[in-house]
């Protein structure tokens, strides 16, 4: 190991005319996880078989702590309980692009690390970084940390009501108004990033705050877009891009005799472009998302959750492809009105608004 970094060494020297430079400093400046994989089980109330459920979780949502004074790292944000930790994706930046090498977890042997291996997590596990001018090396020991709670149980708690306006409490029903997930809580917000143009029905986009709108690529016709004002978006981290977001359209058909809802995908990046791809449903897939006339949506647990009009909330892991429901994620009893707005915080709760004004909290427990 030691070799190779010397031979490293020796090649950044060499290579001074091309502005090389080997440095002596030793350092991880820092560490992410990537997509996880989450498995929970369920009991059917019908047969008492369990059912095993696997979601991914978004492994960056997770702050990898780095204390340089003890050389280690941990998330204090456990990772829901379930999460598979023993293949784990991460990437690791260093100073002045130090070499990184990963300690077995038997012997004291040590190999190359890539981001694009995965890696057991199960115990803590040793990095070593070494300087670029092989001067030496520091090792850091890092720990992801998993919730010990199964997670298997949904509560709901009511927070409270808030007052909406008075001529159009369905604020949301418009896909002008959504509710926003942030790190403590929701907030309520203009939707002026996607919109289908009332004027000439296109799907348009915006990436100054609604000051200006450019016509987004479709693969198919305009005639497969959402009728306008029925049309909801989502997004959320696509994990193998950088600065980029998996955003999913879904919304009511324009044309009548369409009994199932349109639903559209697109990979994102942050600086604008991309094409949306529609999904069409056909007798193949058992479980369409049926056409409703208005609909609230989010992405929760590695999930899409939507509801609407026939007040059944559905859930799909597959990007929008299938919708099924869930006894888990029954919505409480005691909730009134028609749920037109859902959103998803940093802290793994769903949020619900209702047409009554009812703001409902959900986690797993």
């Not at 702050?63 to 991460?90: F, S, W």
């Not at 994102?268 to 472009?273: F, H, I, K, L």
């Amino acid at each position: 190991m030691i070799a190779g970094v010397a031979a490293l060494t020796s090649c950044l020297k060499d290579n001074d005319d091309e502005g090389s430079t080997a440095y002596s400093d030793m350092a991880v400046t820092q560490f992410t996880l990537g997509t996880l994989n989450r498995y929970t089980y369920t009991t059917s109330s019908k047969t008492g078989n369990d059912t095993i459920i696997k979601s991914s979780v978004t492994g960056s949502n997770y702050q990898m702590t780095i204390d340089q004074l003890n050389y280690r790292i941990y998330n204090t944000k456990e990772l829901p309980a379930g999460t598979d930790v023993k293949h784990v994706i991460c990437t690791i930046s260093t100073k002045n692009s130090g070499v990184v090498a990963l300690q077995s977890m038997t012997s004291d042997s040590l190999q190359w690390f890539s981001a694009s291996d995965s890696i057991d997590f199960s115990v803590p596990r040793t990095f070593r970084i070494y300087a670029t001018d092989g001067s030496g090396y520091r090792d850091y020991k890092v720990s992801v940390n998993v919730s010990s709670d199964k997670g298997t149980t949904f509560a709901w708690t009511n927070m409270g009501t808030m007052e909406l306006p008075t001529d159009n409490p369905q604020l949301v029903a418009t896909g002008d108004t959504v509710m926003v997930g942030r790190n403590d809580g929701v907030y309520t917000a203009t939707n002026t990033a996607y919109t289908i143009d009332a004027n000439d029905g296109l799907l348009k986009s915006s990436l100054d705050g609604g000051l200006s709108w450019q016509t987004e690529a479709l693969d198919d016709v305009d005639s497969l877009l959402p009728a306008v004002g029925k049309a909801v978006f989502v997004s959320w981290s696509y994990a193998p891009a950088d600065n980029t977001d998996y955003v999913l359209m879904v919304g009511t058909p324009r044309q009548d005799d369409v009994q199932t809802m349109r639903v559209w995908r697109k990979i994102a990046p942050y600086e604008g472009g991309g094409r949306w791809v529609y999904m069409p449903f056909d007798d193949t897939n058992r479980y369409p998302l049926p056409r409703q006339e208005y609909l609230a949506i989010a992405y929760y647990e590695g999930m899409v959750f939507a509801i609407g009009g026939d007040g059944i909330l559905r859930q799909s892991r597959d990007q929008g492809i299938s919708w099924h429901t869930n006894s888990t994620y029954n919505l409480p009893d005691a909730m009134t009105g028609e749920v037109i707005s859902m959103a998803a915080d940093n802290k793994e709760r769903l949020w619900v608004l209702t047409s009554t004004g009812q703001l409902w909290r959900g986690s797993l427990k």
